[in-house]
């Protein structure tokens, strides 16, 4: 059974920086698609950024784009999320999930099978 976990969320000024954590027990993240996500109150989940694929291609949503970056540190079984740049409009609970290593879907929701708990990111202007 594997288990997720997001740390690093906080409340940040706008223009600030985050760097969130997924951290897995029970699965190895190299062998998978990971991917973050995020909830604003009252709207939907949308996609962040996920790296996949045996050679770790990374895709954003183009509300991130230049500002996000994800990364592997396989010798820590971690994915990391820096923020950079953060927005008000960033305001979410963040969360990773896991998917097929070549997920075809890689920007939906349903590509992915396990999902943390989430951290909440809080930007204020």
């Known amino acids: 059974q594997v288990q997720l976990v997001e740390s690093g969320g906080g409340l940040v000024q706008a223009g600030g920086s985050l760097k969130l954590s997924c951290a897995a027990s029970?699965?190895?993240?190299?062998?998978?698609?990971v991917g973050w996500f995020r909830r604003a109150p009252g709207q939907e989940r949308e996609f962040v950024a996920t790296?996949?694929?045996?050679?770790?291609?990374?895709d954003y949503a183009d509300s991130v784009k230049g500002r996000f970056t994800i990364s592997r540190d396989n010798a820590k079984n971690t994915v990391s999320l820096q923020m950079n740049r953060l927005k008000p409009e960033d305001t979410a609970v963040y969360y990773c999930?896991?998917?097929?290593?070549?997920?075809?879907?890689?920007?939906?929701?349903?590509?992915?099978?396990?999902w943390g708990q989430g951290t909440q990111v809080t930007v204020s202007s």
């Open positions: 790296t996949i694929g045996p050679y770790t291609r990374s």
């Open positions: 999930a896991i998917g097929p290593p070549m997920t075809a879907v890689p920007g939906a929701a349903f590509g992915y099978h396990s």
């Open positions: 029970g699965r190895t993240l190299s062998q998978y698609a």
